[in-house]
Structure formats: C-alpha cells, structure tokens
C-alpha cells in the first residue's frame, strides 16, 4: 500500500493521552500480557476486489488509550497480524481500556485530528480516502482479545453519467456545495463539521463514465455539473439528502439532446440512491483466533504441548460455546483451562463446575476463577486433602461455557 501524507494532527483526546517521562515522574507501570487482536472489515455487501482489500505487506496503526497509553504498527502477513512492538496490559490492571485502528497507518499517535481535510491544498485524493478504514473497541476488559471491525468513517459519491450526445464529450463532473473537513474523532466515531464551509470538488474518473468523490458524513443539497468540451449542464436535488458513513450515494445522470447548458437553461433535478461501499468485504485471512487451551504438569515436567480445544457449539461472543479436546493422562496430572493467551477473565467471573471421570460427579478443585486448576481425580478425602486418580489414558474434555460446565470422560 503507497503511504500517503496524513494531515495535520490535533492535541490528544483525554482518554488517549501519550503521557511524556522525565526521570523525576512517575515510572511507566509494569507491563503484563500482550493485548491479542482480532479484525475483520464490515460486509458492505459487495465482492471485495483485490485491489482494495487488505493485503499481506500492508500496515495498520494500533492505538491503545488509558491506562496503556502505546500505539505500534500491525503488518499484515499470510498468517495474521504482526506488531512492530508488542503492545501490553499493565500489569495488574483492572480499569478498561478503548483501542483505535487506522488503515492505512501514517504514525498517528492519536484518534482525534481537528482538521481533517478531504479537499486538502485543493488537491482530493480519492484512492487513498476510498481505502481508508478505521476501528474502534472502547471499554475493553483487561485480559481480553480487542476485537476490531474496520469502517468506512467517510461517505462515498458516485456520479454516472450516460452521455447522448453525438458530438459533445464529458471531460469533467464537478460535486458542489459539501463539506469535505470537520474535526475526526475516530475514538467516538464522530465529525465535527461546525467550522467546515461548503466546496465545490472536482470528482475523480473511476471508469467509462463513472465518476466518484468522497465526502465528510453530512446533510446536504449538493448540485452537479457535468462539464462537456463544448458546455456545462447543472444537475440538482429537490431536497436535502444525508450522506451516512460507510454508505455510498449514487446518481445516475443522463445527458440528451433535450437537456439545456448552464448559460441557456435550467438545471435537471435528480436523486440520489443509497449503495454499499465496494470496498468492503470479510478478510480473507484470520488475524488472531483466540480459542480455550488445555496445559498442565506433573511434578514440575510438563505434560506436554498445549493442546487447543475446538469450538464445537458457538456463541454470542466469541469464547462462548461448546469446547472440546482429548488429552493424554498420566497419574497424578493437574490441568488447566484458559482462554486468550492465559487470559482467564473472558466473562470467567462466577465459580466453575467441574464433572470428572466417568458418570458421577468427581470434578474437584479449581472451583473459582482465582484457581482455574484441575485435578483429574476419581475422588478427594477433606481430612487428609488427597485425591485418588484415575488411571492412566486418553480423556476427552467437553466444556460448556453457559455454566462452566466440564465433563471429562475417558475414552475407550
């Protein structure tokens, strides 16, 4: 993806400030696990072409607001999403925190730009704007994966025009009276057009008669002008129309011998047709695909390789579900469960139910999210806190997560 300039950036929102370090402030908080992620592209309901899809090489910029206060950049690859630099939670942390993504990624360290201008030096770059994406996660409890859908935060015009004319030929369309800057807040998914005027803009060629501009979110007249080698013929609406992000207005405009130039005549009226943006579409690849695993030791040796439990029922969120595994056990083997990169909280806040071996109730242990430890046994003595186990074999794990129900049952 070409880089592009990105303009002028405003003061830090208050909820993402990057706070600066002098030897005599406070220290930087200790670091805890890595911050995993998940992406994908809202469905526009439209083939995604290659051209304008994510592709492997390009980069997305990650920032993380309070209390992480870090930004880093995310490169695309054939397998999912690598960051420059890891970006963690503070160790210990409790208060949530919200995260914004930009594609494509210009270094900003910040989701707020006071002036962002789509008609910037008079000069309006439609690819790049077409292209550009952003994502917000806020209130994000520690521990968890962030997952980010990544929008259109701007709205899209598309003008096509059918040219009857036998001896007269389009050389320009023109979209006049839009706002095309206002203050971008991409943490709230808001625009500010309060000191923005109206332009007239110049739309791009995007084909055989097709012509394209994108504008800032907004309620507006706009007319057009469809500009030929020999005259210019207006084009305006009856009424106000709202250009909503992520969404693409259509017209479609015929030139024929009946309709009259600018300098002789009146203007035609038309309408606009809400389309979806092309661009859109799901990712081809998966970024990161968080799932439960199963890990344990015995007598300080580990059992194994963590074993990934597959998700046989879904959920509404993404740890939800049905999730199973088989395992190999050896006398004595204590086992846990945990979900995100041994980030337990994944909505884990009531106490487990655990069913062991076999048909009757025999889970014991590991029964609060504070202990996610499992002890495979076939029984527990409270005097002498000892477990008799089972013996040695394959096990299959099923674990539901309405309830924290697992049942272990051994395989024949």
Known sequence: MKKYFIFALAALAAAFVLPSCSKSESPVPARGSKVNFVASVNDYSFTRATETSLETGDNIRIIAGAPINASATATVTDTGLELSSPIYWNKDQTEKTGFVAIYPDEDQTSPVVDDYDLYYGGSHDYEYHNLYMSATKQDVTPGTTVDLTFRHPFSKIVVNVTNNLEDEEVTGVSVNG????????????????????????????????????????????????????????????????????????????????????????????????????????????????????????????????????????????????????????AKGFLFKLSYDNWAKEAGMDKDWKYFGVGQDNLGLLGNSSENADIVLGTGYDEETDTVTYPEAGSYHLSFTYDGYILKVTKNE
């Open 178 to 329: 839009v706002k095309m800057n206002g203050k971008l807040d991409l943490s709230a998914a808001t625009v500010d057009l309060s000191n923005a005027s109206d332009k007239d803009v110049p739309a791009t060629r995007t084909g055989e008669g097709s012509y394209a501009l994108i504008v800032m979110p907004q309620t507006a007249t706009p007319s057009i002008v469809v500009t030929t080698d020999k005259a210019s013929y207006k084009f305006v609406l009856s009424s106000a129309f709202q250009f909503k992000a992520g969404a693409a207005a259509t017209a479609a405009l015929t030139l024929n011998p009946t309709t009259t130039p600018i300098t002789t005549g009146e203007a035609v009226v038309f309408s606009f047709a809400v389309t979806g943006w092309e661009n859109g579409g799901t990712l081809d690849y998966a970024v990161y695909e968080p799932k439960w695993i199963v890990f344990g030791s015995y007598d300080g040796e580990a059992w194994g390789e963590v074993v990934a439990m597959t998700q046989t029922t879904a959920g509404t969120e993404p740890y939800e579900g049905v999730w199973e595994a088989d395992i190999n056990y």
